[in-house]
């Protein structure tokens, strides 16, 4: 079998350093760390980058894809838009504030990054089915991507997520597994799967593929990097799930740095849970290095994970940064995504309810530096997540007849 990963040599155990030629695993065989892409960059200049298409594979050069990937179907995400946050900043005090905005992705989440790079791993190891344990968002993401790839699907799930994400999964086709029980459970499953005869060559994004998939949310990195100018903000706030989004923004703002294409400037990274499930939070908080399980119970279901995978690294990358982790609970989850949404236009799903609740929180108990520029990310659509809006949120203001008089009295 021919492997083309672009830059990529190998992978390497995050734990150990011991490194393993490219291929569909995740763990390393000598301390079971997880495995991640290690790279051979080369020169890669801004402006190779800058003339690149307006998706993630203007980055392709830092990524582990082939050069000729953006001529495959695939759903192409990524640049999306970093809005200059003016009416909140004002409202938290806050004097330079965006909001990187992912919703405006194919499947209107950061998840279409993540997948896209599994759906390149995928062809190169000849999967023919994309699968994934997934709270929602990741579901619809790999059945868009399956059915625009050319391969088959078959996704599971917590039997009871919100609705609109099991409709925006379905409609794609492949198939969808309810699972009646958490999403660890629901992982634990996966995990069962890849070893058993019914899984043979089928790609699971998020276990076997997940070097590759995972280096998906390092172009979150570059996209604010260049947005800003070919800079680094000085603090971000980032939604924890399993952890992995933040530990690979991270990674790639250091990526950027060590190639020259940014100056060397400390940056602060804030992690953002919900307090139904915040157990990176916990162990932060209590100064503890081991983040210890939880059963989910909250509103912000995209992110109700309870045995975070990279919740150690986390805490590493907020301490070693100058950070912070941080929790809200499900009233100010829907508090900050009416607040975005009434001062900015973007309408956020819980998770985004989530960074910017923290946002707020971190600024009024003085942790977070109202002077310094800020990135706060939004990483999926309010659509998705409707039925956490009640009472007067999902009625009309007022209701009368058509008649000037009528509306007259509503004034």
Known sequence: MSLDFGPAVALSCRECGARYPLGPSFACQECFGPLEAAYDFGDVTRAEIESGPANIWRYRSLLPVPADVASKPNMNPGWTKLVKAGNLGRALGIKSLYVKDDSGNPTHSFKDRVVAMAVEAARNFGFHTLSCSSTGNLAGAVTAAAARAGLDACVFIPANLEKAKIAMARVFGGRLIGIDGTYDEVNRFCSELIGDP??????????????????????????????????????????????????????????????????????????????????????????HEVVQPVKPDTIAKSLAIGNPADGPYVLDIARRTGGAVEDVTDAEIVAAMKLLASTEGIFAETAGGVTVGVLKKLTENGVLDPEAETVVLNTGDGLKTLDVLTGESVEPTAVIKPSLDAFRATV
């Open 198 to 287: 019914m899984g043979d060559k089928w790609g699971f994004v998020n276990v076997n593929l997940r070097p590759y998939y995972a280096e998906g949310s390092k172009t979150l990195a570059y996209e604010i990097a260049e947005q800003l100018g070919w800079r680094l903000p000085e603090q971000i706030i980032i939604p924890i799930a399993s952890g992995s989004q933040l530990t690979k923004i991270d990674k790639g703002f250091k990526e950027l740095v060590k190639l020259g294409l940014v100056e060397d400037t400390p940056y602060k990274v804030f992690g953002a849970q919900a307090l139904g499930c915040s157990p990176v939070s916990t162990a932060y908080k209590a100064g």
